[in-house]
Nanobody, 128 residues
Framework: QVQLVESGGGLVQAGGSLRLSCAAS????????MAWFRQAPGKEREFVAA??????????SYADSVKGRFTLSRDNAKNTAYLQMNSLKFEDTAVYYC???????????????????WGQGTQVTVSS
């Protein structure tokens, strides 16, 4: 079992920045794909970013809507993943969820149904 706890959400003006954290416990963090998803009111959950390792390399994928503004990073020693969000827009307002799936069986980074573990979510509100 992996337990995920998000933090760092809040209210920010458009153009501002926030950094979300996802603290993992229960299993070896480095063996998991870590991802962020979000869900805005009245909308379906959508993929934001995900990170997995391929040998000695780390591969990170971003949704087109956040590419160039958001950065996913992970500190395996601290069992924590981060989502640095810059140049925030009103449409980034959502509940943000951290998710994890085993790297050994991962077949899709962007499909939320593939993720086994989820955090409780943290609210991000961007005022226009």
């Amino acid at each position: 079992q992996v337990q995920l706890v998000e933090s760092g959400g809040g209210l920010v003006q458009a153009g501002g920045s926030l950094r979300l954290s996802c603290a993992a416990s229960g299993r070896t963090f480095s063996g998991y794909v870590m991802a962020w998803f979000r869900q805005a009111p009245g909308k379906e959950r959508e993929f934001v970013a995900a990170s997995r390792r391929s040998g000695a390399l780390t591969f990170t994928s971003y949704a087109d809507s956040v590419k160039g503004r958001f950065t996913l990073s992970r500190d395996n020693a601290k069992n924590t993943a981060y989502l640095q969000m810059n140049s925030l827009k009103f449409e980034d307002t959502a509940v943000y969820y951290c998710a994890a799936q085993r790297e050994s069986s991962a077949t899709s980074l962007r499909d939320g149904s593939r993720y086994e573990y989820w955090g409780q979510g943290t609210q991000v509100t961007v005022s226009s």
